[in-house]
């Protein structure tokens, strides 16, 4: 291959430095109207009624709507492909503003106002009277016999319980001589914190309502925002221009249906509705907290009899991807180490909270630190040798899941760990930091993960793509598959060139996706993008080519089949004279008095593979035991994600997904008052996000693989960075200090109780 | 055909009539610089040097560009598909900005400021040296042995020059007994006076210049832009919203080539350039006068000997569309009595006024005005019968034109003047007319016209189409051809919608073209888009039909053969039960878990043939000798242009074209100053348009024949409606008062002249 695998830069990394691109925002066009939304200041209850007298009266405003206004449609929000069997069909529990409230933040107005200032001031100017209940905060509470019901339709507030059994559990367990080791793990509720904060704005052009939003699935979002108002999707046109960031957060429709509504209440007029950073916090979605019961049965020879775990997923108010996450954790916790007879039971549950949507790699780094931590517990009380007990336990080539029928059709799990091993000296450095005493300490912890590539079998994987020849021999390159800032574009870029035989610099990508006129797909999450959508570059690119080499057959007069491209040249197969160049079939094609046309093709994939991801985090850490600080010292993540399209952008993704793993095992969690169910900390300031001072070096090394399933041996990379580092960090503490501690973030206060706990501070 | 000639309301009157609809300048976004030329104010010299002191010293100017400062590249501006053969191509003979000098307001600075009157008062404030020559204003004082030339390329200013001749015209002139009938006849320079001005906005996004435009030909101006600024197509992208008129003067690069190279003076920030009415009239084109002399030998019987014309063509300072005009004309000449001997003889000549390009019907108006003022001066000196003679002569069903090979497939000319006749009752009013006395007098007059349908074989005809389906079962319709108020997005859906099997209602047009994802055409001239477009459009909708028939199948498991669409389901061939909806179809197709597609079809139609549309216009009008006034009682334009599509639009059409005609037959013309070439007259109060107190009601027919080489038996309407009413009007002059006035406009001022010298006033 001539251009994969090189280290191109960012095709929009002019752009996006120089400050040239534009984001929703930029794009209002002329006098915009400004709605703000009225959020519910109860976590549980009823609206009773709305006094708007002083709202009215606020100059500026053009309209307000309450629940009591909205269409009585129930719409489902997540991001997932659609499916015409009911039973698959994501759950439809909120409508555009809700009456019945169920978390202190749910939407129950709306004010469109000529300006933000007035919008603001009447949407603060409106009286609600509540029927007020007391919120509902935790699993156990929301789970007790009598709790009263969050939503009518599940009376026990359990969205889905699921479970499921690989061999037989219990016949397994009574084998004679097991070690026994059982561990309770949670983790906390995170949010994304992409820069650009959920807004997007809609207007009305030739009766369809258009929305242009900071979006990750536009396609998606449009079937919502038809199912929403109850108009034909032909209705609606979603546009999607540069987004700030979205991790999950924006694979759900957000502020669209409410704004797609707005619009039609003021004739058409355009109304941009922009959450600030506290909406953005509250109002959208955030990270399930999960909690896991593990219980595993191990020989003596460090292989394992049986393995179970119970988990409870928290989902906040509404339903959004729901179950999905934890029965994603759960079926992780059986891919992970699959052997043994194993047993899994999932719940998801709803509480007064803000509502758990998907996040960057949707349950995986859940079940990671809760598995990975009871490894290394059952590594250490069972004296087994960390890195040995792993990969005897491991997934293998070849393995095939009984639940999902995903097969493993790579891996360099085997090679990552050595990689890491090697660069960290982890094994010298585990013995040696066993037996530490003092105030501050060292160690070392590893964690490994595998991770799936897009969402087939479970559900649909399709994704579209057409190429246009431009008269000078370059080709405009339109995905329906979206860039988020992971680089998209630049891969698909390389992908079209390299089986075209063009140069990369001939590539012009279409950024935007306009559901009007982009080619279907059903948009950024999974980790799906290279593989799925990949695939349809692929295919499409070779459609396009044969159109081209069948145009240039008629030029030269030859047979297209002994014909190919190289750098931008009509060549013979396998020989490299220059026949024509492209742009001059280009311009031929174009202009052709006796054969004219228009070359494009354009290609769907449905996809009906997948395939496995590996990695490895290795990480040394300092523990200050007094202060109960834990300091990074050395990190590195180990990535078997088969071949590497682009050096420069994987590193990128493998350095942001590190960093958002530091966050989740060091720092951020979301607060919420114990009374209201109030956030405590939906800003910035408050909610402890990594920045450039916390973070270490962060090192990042690949294994590559040719998977034979991707489209250019490549596999799921996107999310995978996350996964492994807050267990490697739990597990390096375990190291150090002897401590074990199954929940994060190892923030301080966490760390205070634990130290004092183990005796290790008075 | 159930869709297809029925008088369906236009698909943008709503948007339209309701102001909604966003037109260039709308869609400005965020702080514009804004671009103004500096034209200059001399017709014929040289640029020595700018003063740019004052200029730059006006606060708010950001950039000051010369005609010192632009690539030294010549560029051709008409809107003709190009060709790979240099002979084809259109003439390169200006830069963006240019040093030679050649009418009194050429392009030779332009300033970038802030905002429009810092832009403005630099410009005033740019001091010009020249060196000035005599302005050459006329084709007599361009042709004099030794005049000066206004482009080196062209000494003798013979921009081209063109004959044929069919038959022999010496030998056939020489047959005893003819009647030879000879005239001079000339036409005025005119302007389009499109209600939108010239203008556009560009700006730059990753690399690439966008200019977003009103054009009638945004594939074509992309393509021009590149020539101008010397980058590849790729590099350069034309957005196209709705335009407020063209009517060929749009069918040129106007304002886009300078304002694609400003942007990049300013680092890609967006530069607004938008003409004044006064720099619309001076700076953009105007319609061609012409001058010609035809000679008719004519047998007692009525029959045509021989037949000759020698036609000049002021193309004004660039060649622009240039001779393509006057030999469409002399054709024309050759086809509307496609009898005798005929002899042909055309100049296109460079003088020193504004340049003249495409117009409605594009020479054939001129032609038209010319040849039925002779026709009648046979038949009035012959003593013929009008409509016999016109009859006997004509153009006949099965003529192949010897010059272009192009056939009349179908013809109801005959029938038109019937009904002309018919509803004037021409022929009791016009022996009644004949012989008036008295200073109020009336007249009638007729006049006939053929008119090809596109440009084929003269140039290329392409054209292309995409349609995607939405999950509604409703779909986009994407046209390379381009809506410029004529009423094409409304025919296209119906087309679409015809052929699929669907409802109107379930075809969602793109209006806008945007070269970056739009399938190719050349654009709106030539009355080609139903004809040629009309067929990408049949063509594509029978591939998306056979998609969607094929997936149909598959979810039936039937046979797609027997299967077909009607009223949006679908059904068994010739049976009306419903199978399915066409939105379930949608619904599978994108959601199927085994075959999920997404279903869009995009085709080229290359066009390899033509036909004659055919008409006449009857007019009965009162003139007040005294007063040299002409008032129009009563006119009707009766058409052969097929199969009518929407009644509705066709009529819209032929109104507007027959306003234009009674503008150009008696009002309409631009002044110069005989010593400067300033024009006097650049604006609509002192130019003399048509007003709604000007015009007649105006009677429109049909006369549908069923053309079969037209997509749905439809040729060209667009522009024939202006062909036939300055002679008819002219024809009922002379009817009135014997009077033959032989130069258009027949305004007060040249009526009182013909007045005086026939001796009707003193």
Request: a negative charge; hydrophobic letters at 40%; one cysteine or more.
């Amino acid at each position: 291959m001539n251009i994969i695998g090189t280290p191109l830069n960012r095709v929009d990394a002019h752009e996006k430095v120089s400050g040239k691109a534009k984001y929703t925002s930029d794009l209002v066009t002329g006098h915009a109207l400004i709605a703000k939304v009225l959020h519910s200041t109860i976590a549980n209850g009823v609206v009773k009624s709305f006094d708007l007298t002083e709202a009215w009266a606020v100059s500026g405003v053009i309209d307000i709507v309450t629940c009591f206004d909205v269409p009585d449609i129930q719409f489902p929000t997540a991001g997932h492909p659609w499916s015409t069997e009911k039973k698959h069909q994501d759950i439809a529990d909120r409508k555009l503003l809700n009456k019945r409230v169920r978390f202190y933040g749910d939407d129950i107005a709306a004010v469109i106002a000529e300006d933000e200032i007035s919008a603001i001031e009447a949407v603060r100017k409106i009286k609600v009277t509540y029927e007020q209940y007391a919120p509902i905060l935790t699993i156990e509470d929301a789970m007790k016999s009598g709790a009263m019901a969050i939503h009518e339709e599940k009376p026990d507030n359990v969205v889905v319980k699921s479970s499921y059994e690989v061999g037989s559990f219990d016949e397994a367990s009574k084998e004679p001589d097991l070690i026994k080791i059982e561990g309770d793990y949670d983790t906390p509720i995170v949010q994304h914190c992409h820069i650009e904060n959920a807004n997007s704005f809609a207007y009305m052009e030739n009766g369809k309502i258009v929305v242009v939003s900071s979006t990750q699935i536009p396609h998606i979002v449009r079937r919502v925002c038809s199912q929403a108002l109850g108009i034909g999707h032909g209705d609606i046109r979603i546009i999607k221009p540069y987004i700030g960031g979205g991790f999950g957060n924006k694979q759900d429709a957000l502020t669209e249906p409410l704004n797609a509504f707005l619009t039609t209440r003021v004739g058409g007029r355009l109304v941009h509705l922009e959450y600030t950073r506290e909406e953005t916090f509250n109002c959208t979605r955030v990270r399930h907290a999960m909690k896991f019961h593990i219980v595993s049965y191990v020989r003596k020879d460090g292989s394992f009899a049986a393995r179970s775990i119970v988990a409870y997923s928290n989902q906040g108010a509404y339903a959004s991807h729901a179950h999905a996450l934890v029965a994603n954790a759960v079926n992780g916790f059986r891919m992970m180490y699959p052997v043994g007879a194993i047993k899994g039971e999932a719940y998801t549950v709803y509480t007064n909270l803000p509502t758990a949507g998907a996040m960057r790699a949707y349950g995986i780094p859940q079940i990671g630190f809760a598995l990975e931590s009871h490894i290394e517990d059952i590594v250490s009380k069972a004296g087994f040798d960390s890195i040995a007990f792993r990969k005897q336990n491991m997934m293998k080539l070849g393995y095939v899941d009984p639940g999902t029928t995903i097969t493993c059709h790579s891996t360099g799990l085997d090679e990552c760990i050595d990689k890491g091993e090697h660069y960290l000296h982890y094994k010298e450095k585990r013995a040696l930091y066993a037996n530490q005493t003092g105030p501050v300490r060292k160690g070392v912890g590893m964690a490994i993960f595998n991770y799936k590539t897009g969402v087939y079998p479970i559900a649909l994987e399709t994704s579209a793509c057409r190429m246009l020849l431009n008269q000078d021999g370059s080709l405009q390159l339109q995905m329906g598959a979206t860039e988020i800032g992971q680089g998209a574009d630049t891969v698909f870029s390389m992908m079209a060139a390299e089986t075209i035989g063009l140069s990369v610099d001939k590539v012009h990508i279409i950024s935007k996706q306009d559901t009007d006129v982009t080619p279907y797909d059903t948009g950024a999450y999974a980790s799906r993008q290279t593989y799925v959508a990949g695939m349809a570059v692929k295919k499409t690119a070779e459609s396009f080519k044969a159109k081209l080499l069948e145009f240039a057959a008629f030029m030269l007069k030859k047979e297209a089949f002994d014909l190919d491209i190289k750098d931008n040249f009509i060549v013979h197969k396998n020989k490299d004279e220059h026949l024509l160049s492209v742009a001059e079939v280009a311009m031929e094609s174009c202009y052709s008095m006796t054969n004219s046309r228009h070359i494009a093709a354009e290609e769907t994939h449905h996809c009906t593979d997948n395939t496995y991801s590996f990695g490895v985090c290795f990480v040394e850490i300092e523990v200050d035991i007094p202060m109960c600080q834990v300091r990074v010292l050395d990190i590195i993540n180990v990535h078997d994600s088969g071949r590497i399209i682009n050096h420069q952008t994987a590193q990128g993704q493998v350095h942001g997904g590190m960093s958002m793993g530091l966050g989740y095992g060091l720092y951020e969690h979301l607060e919420f008052d114990k009374k209201t169910g109030r956030m405590l900390n939906d800003n910035l300031l408050d909610y402890k996000l990594m920045t450039a001072l916390d973070t270490p070096e962060l090192q990042v090394a690949f294994v590559e693989t040719e998977d034979p399933t991707g489209p250019y041996g490549n596999k799921s990379l996107g999310e995978p960075p996350v996964i492994p580092v807050a267990p490697a960090i739990r597990n390096a503490l375990l190291n150090a200090t002897g401590v074990a501690v199954d929940s994060i973030p190892l923030n301080p206060e966490k760390l205070f109780f634990a130290f004092e706990n183990a005796g290790l501070i008075k």
